[in-house]
C-alpha cells in the first residue's frame, strides 16, 4: 500500500509539472496574440512556487502594461529570484526604472542583463539613455557604440551616438552618426 501510495504521489507530482509546463506555454502563446486577459488567467492557475522565471516576467509585464509598476517590479524580482541568469528580468526591470528616473538602479540592471547577454543591442542603448540622464557622456558613448556594433541598422542608436560625440565637442564624428542615422531614416 505505501509502494502504491507512493507511486501515485510521484505520478501526480509529474503530471502536475507536465500541465504547468502545459499551462505555461499557452500563457506565451496568448501573450504573444496579446489576449492578455488569458495569459493572465492561465500563470494564475500555476502555484507560485513552480512558475518559470519566464511566467513571472510575463505577469510582470502584464501589471507594467496596466500601469501597476510597483507590482511589476516585483514580478520582476520574482523572476530574477527564480533564475538570477535570466536577462530579461534585469532588462524589464532596469525599463522600468528608467522610465521612473531611478537612472542609478535602471544602469544596475542593465549592468546584470549585459553580464549574462552581450548580444542584446538594445541593453546597450537604454544603459547609454540612463547614463544620459545620469550626465555621464562618456559612459553613454560606449554603450551606444556597443549598440550600434550589435546593430548597426536602428537609427536612433546612431541619433544617440551622434549626440554623446557631439556632446563630447568630437563634431566630425557626431556628423558621421547624424548622417547615418538620416540615411537609416530614408530607407
Do not use: P
Request: proline letters at 0%; hydrophobic letters at 40%.
Amino acid at each position: 500500500m505505501k509502494r502504491f501510495a507512493l507511486l501515485l504521489v510521484l505520478f501526480l507530482g509529474v503530471n502536475c509539472c507536465f500541465a504547468n509546463e502545459e499551462l505555461s506555454k499557452q500563457a506565451t502563446a496568448f501573450y504573444s496574440d496579446n489576449n492578455h486577459h488569458k495569459t493572465m488567467d492561465l500563470l494564475l492557475q500555476i502555484n507560485e512556487n513552480e512558475r518559470t522565471a519566464q511566467d513571472w516576467l510575463l505577469l510582470g509585464n502584464l501589471l507594467d502594461e496596466k500601469g501597476e509598476k510597483d507590482n511589476a517590479i516585483f514580478m520582476y524580482q520574482k523572476a530574477i529570484n527564480t533564475d538570477k541568469k535570466y536577462y530579461k528580468a534585469y532588462y524589464n526591470l532596469a525599463n522600468l526604472y528608467l522610465a521612473d528616473e531611478r537612472y542609478n538602479m535602471a544602469v544596475e540592471n542593465y549592468k546584470k542583463a549585459i553580464s549574462l547577454n552581450k548580444e542584446n543591442s538594445y541593453v546597450f542603448y537604454n544603459l547609454g539613455c540612463a547614463y544620459l540622464k545620469l550626465g555621464e557622456v562618456k559612459k553613454a558613448r560606449s554603450a551606444f557604440q556597443q549598440a550600434v556594433t550589435l546593430k548597426n541598422d536602428v537609427a536612433e542608436f546612431h541619433y544617440n551616438l551622434a549626440y554623446a560625440y557631439k556632446s563630447l565637442g568630437k563634431t566630425k564624428l557626431a556628423q558621421i552618426y547624424l548622417d547615418n542615422y538620416n540615411k537609416l531614416n530614408q530607407g
